[in-house]
């Protein structure tokens, strides 16, 4: 099971046809209809039942589905974590300052810090 999965599938229960969720994730419909396949395969039971062109879920589909969008979020929610100590945009960053250094000096770097970077704590350590 895989996200790039578990992306097409939610896609797919969402639209309610393979056509439908692969114009929404501007793919072709044979990869996103061919990865709900392999997903079904995997874990050995249908996700939907298919009428013509259009899909309901099956128990399992909506099983799944609910399962599904939890991951995805905990997924986006890991990246967006990730993406704020790599930016800067959380923590705390430590400046060492000398006795004689100006206090004027000091205080502008650490304002257009602040300014810049509102989500980190700021410590002064002389």
């Not at 639209?15 to 874990?43: C, H, I, K, M």
């Not at 929610?77 to 959380?90: P, W």
Request: without cysteine.
């Amino acid at each position: 099971m895989t996200l790039q999965q578990l992306r097409y599938f939610l896609a797919t229960a969402d639209q309610g046809s393979f056509s439908a969720a692969a114009a929404g994730l501007r793919l072709a419909q044979p990869s996103v209809s061919e990865q709900v396949r392999l997903l079904e395969a995997e874990l050995g039971v249908a996700l939907f039942v298919r009428a013509g062109r259009t899909l309901t879920l099956t128990e399992a589909g909506r099983t799944l589905r609910r399962h599904a969008g939890r991951i995805l979020a905990a997924v986006d929610d890991a990246r967006t974590a990730v993406a704020e100590v790599r930016q800067v945009l959380t923590g705390t960053v430590t400046l060492g300052v000398f006795g004689t250094a100006s206090y004027y000096l000091v205080s502008e770097v650490v304002e257009g810090f602040r300014r810049r970077h509102p989500g980190v704590r700021v410590r002064l350590v002389g």
